[in-house]
């Protein structure tokens, strides 16, 4: 099976290594960020990236309205990339809006709009339908991959430069995305931000579903030379980022990079290390970002029964905690039930094609859902300290 997303698509479209296709789509037009049909989620777009109600499910099976109050005028600003999700039929998306993308949006962060201004650029990216494409043997046209990721690559540039310049007015500004969104946010980290006027801007960078490296032992001085891992609440100008699988099914075998690098890894329910509790927004309906990668839903309550919401928080569940051993760096997901906890801990998050689940990829499906009421509060936390230091 072709491993897509933590490996594969990091050497199919080269993602890791800094934002360098664009010149080579010089000759396409960029889409135009002056327009709001550009982007899927702007403050000035009021009905767009709206979080779906959620509902705590506690251990006696009972549910109750989840009430998480939105800031009316946040401090920083979220610039979202999504994923590998667009199902448009080609090699690169056409940049227009659909389904896709709004699931993306919908499962992985629309609810950072309690925290944050919520930016979420539409870019051409490399399509989910052309690796189910490739998944089933089809091989790509030569060159075709190239040509993607600089479309990608031209769009987020033209995209980040216009927020810079149009939108973003001197705020702190956390970069959030995931797969093929955190591999290009590393590009142009890289190439627009670090070591640059910009750089002072950045609250923190999340890059989930991605590889980060530094020498062992460090956490900076690898992908970036200035930008070290987050490890404490509150710090600022750092980066978070991990790889999510379970704890009863670790990686493989661990990634391999050049010059003695290795992956970093951040727990977002434990930033200074050791195991934290999680506070997911998992799917009643059994959605992910991937629909065709996706397993059937198993029950989350024995007995069964229906949860009328379709996003539901489970408190004290799950733990994640960063391991460093013969399978790797990677969060280690488990859910830790009580015997009379009626909560099944049933997740749908691996990579699974024709029944075949990929254990290289883990719970990628679902790396942010596991961890966005985590993430929301360290945003929250990181925001305070931000205008603390660098008042607007």
Known sequence: MVTWARLGLAAAFALLAPISGARAAAQESELDYARPEAWLCRPDKPDACQPEAAVILSPDGKTRPERRAARP??????????????????????????????RAVRRQ?????????????????????????????????????????????????????????????????????????????????????????????????????????????????????????????GQIGCVIVFNAYRASAPPPAPPRFEGGLEPLCTNPAALAGGSGALKPYLSTRGETIIPFLTQPLPPLTEPATPIAASVVSQPGLFRAQCRDDAAGVYLSIQAIRT???????????????????????????????????????????QAAAYSRRRPR
Not at 76 to 101: H, K, R
Not at 123 to 134: D, E, I, L, V
Not at 202 to 231: N, Y
Not at 366 to 375: E, H
């Open 109 to 233: 962060a629309s609810r950072l709009r309690s925290v944050c201004r919520l930016y979420a650029p539409l870019y051409r990216q490399g399509t989910a339908w052309r690796m189910r494409r490739s998944m089933e043997g089809d091989k790509a046209p030569p060159g075709s991959f190239a040509r993607a990721q600089a479309l990608a690559e031209a769009d987020l540039t033209a995209a980040w430069r216009r927020y810079l310049a149009r939108d973003n007015g001197g705020r702190g500004v956390v970069l959030i995305g995931h797969s093929q969104g955190a591999n290009l946010l590393q590009g142009l980290i890289k190439t627009q931000i670090e070591a640059k006027p910009a750089q002072r801007l950045l609250v923190s960078a999340i890059l989930p579903g991605s590889f980060v490296v530094a020498p062992r032992g460090q956490d900076v001085g690898g992908t970036f030379a200035s930008i070290p891992a987050c490890r404490k609440i």
């Open 339 to 381: 015997p009379d906890d009626r909560r099944t801990g049933a997740l749908i998050g691996d990579w699974t094609f024709r029944g075949e689940r990929d254990p290289m990829m883990g719970l990628h499906l679902i790396d942010l859902d596991l961890t966005q009421g985590n993430l929301i509060d360290v945003i929250a936390a």
């Open 73 to 102: 005028d946040p401090r920083i600003d979220c610039f979202y990339v999504y994923p590998t999700v667009s199902e448009d039929a080609g090699p690169s998306a056409t940049g227009m809006e659909s389904e896709a993308e709004r």
